[in-house]
């Protein structure tokens, strides 16, 4: 096993990545992520293969992330929450011409320029695809450093196997904080399955091509359909949840990222009370992990989701849920960090006031 | 669980220090998180870290309470005196800081860093003056963890220097330990 190193989380996304595969980086400075591309920078320098550019924008970033995708590269840009509105246009074509791909969006305080306080405000702008069309975009939501590392290396795995974008969501806390890690080992890029679709030219083989403009509308309405028929074997095969506590829980918390692990907190403290009070944490927040959900509210009657803004993820909640349990909010937005105390004065406030400590 | 802020002016080597002490509670097999100050931080201005050691999980980098503070400057003691936990001590490196504390349920424990340094013959030690002082207090990590945490993160460094580091350290700690202090 590899030695546990203290790692900074935004140095653990890129040196995954290059563990992962990535030999292509482009990026376009932003606080709260600076050090990923710093790290990439000097990283990809000294790999053979690698490259790495410091665009001229998010937007070109993201269109040469593109153009290295094709080629076959394992290929990745980052950014934080503004500059990811940048990409959307980007994001989309990836999704339209069916190119793997990893988008790291470092959250901070929104709308506009905000500021630079990690944030979960682009959840909807992440789950639900950001860009134009009718697309989806794999979400994983890491919530501390050990999964930076882990989901960093799926995220690429994820990206080829669909051949589809993921987004991995982190937050400027994430960004910044140094924890241990162990980081996985590099994968050996000639073991990777091969790309039977790359543009590394047409000599001795016939043309193809790789194309997001579908004029004709039957087959657009098919290339949709495909695209249909890809996400639902997503949605399949890869929503994840993480649970706490909630073998006897009568309120379950559900939080994600940075939120998840003040949650925990709060929970930790809210049991020492005497709280049954429990955490469902959605790892995949696309596709969202209903059935988890869903299963659990057969035991459980009170949902309090705990989120980074003013209320997003809720809704995925209460569409898994389909009204079968009360789903209560609480939240902080514009990069307020709650305390693990403030969450437990929240849950017991809302564990008395639905009376669940009545027993029966 | 032990949160400690260092802070201080940018370049006195603040970041360092909680560095350096992450890495050795990391590897005297405690969980720990390093969170630094960041944002429109500007020259000359206040820099500093917090560093969460524990035993069990740690839910929160962020210096709510902490229950150690390491201070270095003026301007870093007015920041973090009223945030600090009921009963929490602030080592005061009091060349720097000669104002008392506001706070009466606070204890104060100062720390001449850099007259000890001038005395070892070299000012950029005050660092690891006030972190030897610091482990030697909280027993939070050994100075022998910290020396190791030290070579682990600055590598090919001068054999002189990390002497002279260690003596820093030492005569951090020897102050506190042989209670020249007040």
């Known amino acids: 096993m590899n030695k546990k190193l203290l790692m900074r989380g935004s140095q653990v996304i890129g040196e995954a990545a290059i563990r992962a595969g990535c030999r292509f980086y482009a990026g376009y400075p932003i606080t709260p992520q600076n050090e990923l591309p710093e790290f990439m920078s000097g990283a990809m320098a000294s790999l053979e293969g690698g490259t790495f550019i410091q665009a001229e924008s998010e937007i070109a970033a993201i269109n040469m992330v593109i153009g290295a995708s094709m080629a076959g590269a394992r290929a990745m840009t980052s950014s934080s929450s503004p500059g990811i509105s940048l990409k959307q246009e980007g994001i989309s074509f990836l999704a339209a011409l069916e190119l793997p791909a990893v988008i790291v969006n470092v959250m901070r305080g929104g709308p506009g320029l905000g500021n630079i306080a990690p944030s979960q405000g682009d959840y909807f702008q992440a789950t639900r695809g950001g860009g134009h069309g009718d697309y989806r975009t794999i979400v994983l939501a890491p919530a501390h450093g050990q999964e930076l590392a882990d989901l960093t290396e799926k995220a690429f795995e994820y990206a080829d196997r669909y051949r589809t974008p993921v987004m991995i969501l982190a937050d400027g806390m994430m960004g910044q904080m140094m924890e241990p890690v162990i980081l996985p080992d590099p994968v050996n890029l000639d073991t990777l399955p091969p790309k039977p679709w790359v543009l590394d030219g047409a000599q001795g083989r016939p043309s193809r091509i790789i194309r997001s403009l579908i004029l004709d509308t039957v087959g657009m309405e098919e290339h949709n359909w495909k695209l249909e028929r890809k996400y ?14 909630t073998e006897d829980a009568r309120l379950v918390v559900i939080a994600y990222g940075t939120a998840a692990r003040i949650a925990r907190g709060g929970i930790k403290r809210a049991r020492e009370m005497g709280l049954k009070v429990g955490l469902l944490r959605p790892v995949t927040l696309w596709p969202f992990p209903e059935r988890a ?8 009657k009170d949902f309090m989701v705990f989120e980074m803004n003013t209320g997003q993820m809720i809704d995925d909640v209460k569409l898994s849920l389909e009204g079968r349990s009360n789903v209560h909010f609480y939240g902080r937005p514009g990069g307020v960090v709650s305390t693990p105390d403030e969450l437990a004065k929240a849950i017991s406030s809302l564990y008395y006031r639905q009376n669940l400590k009545k027993e029966g | 669980m032990k949160k400690t802020v260092f802070a201080g002016f940018g370049g006195q080597g603040v970041l360092m220090m909680g560095y ?3 890495v050795a509670a990391m590897r ?3 969980e720990v998180t390093y969170l630094p100050a960041y944002g429109a931080e500007m020259r000359g201005g206040t820099a500093n870290c917090t560093v969460v050691v524990s035993d ?3 839910f929160s980098p962020v210096a709510s309470s902490p229950d150690f503070a390491v201070i270095m400057s003026k301007p870093s003691l007015l920041k973090y005196e009223g945030i600090m936990r009921e009963g929490g001590v602030v080592l005061l490196n009091s060349n720097h800081v000669s104002r008392p504390l506001t706070r009466e349920d606070l204890n104060s424990i100062r720390i001449p860093a850099v007259e000890l340094a001038k005395e070892l013959g070299s000012e950029r030690v005050v660092n690891m003056i006030m972190l030897g002082a610091f482990a030697a207090y909280t027993k939070m990590t050994s100075l022998d963890s910290i020396m190791n945490g030290l070579s682990e993160i600055v590598k090919d460094i001068n054999p ?3 002497k002279l580091n260690r003596k820093g350290l030492d005569r951090g700690a020897e102050y506190i330990l042989k209670g020249d202090l007040q």
């Open chain 2, 20 to 22: 350096v002490f992450a």
């Open chain 2, 28 to 30: 005297d097999g405690k």
């Open chain 1, 293 to 300: 959900i869903r299963e659990m509210s057969r035991l459980v």
């Open chain 2, 56 to 58: 069990e999980e740690i």
């Open chain 2, 160 to 162: 002189s220097v990390m």
């Open chain 1, 232 to 245: 639902k074997m997503i949605s399949d095969e890869i929503p994840r949840a993480e649970t706490y506590m």
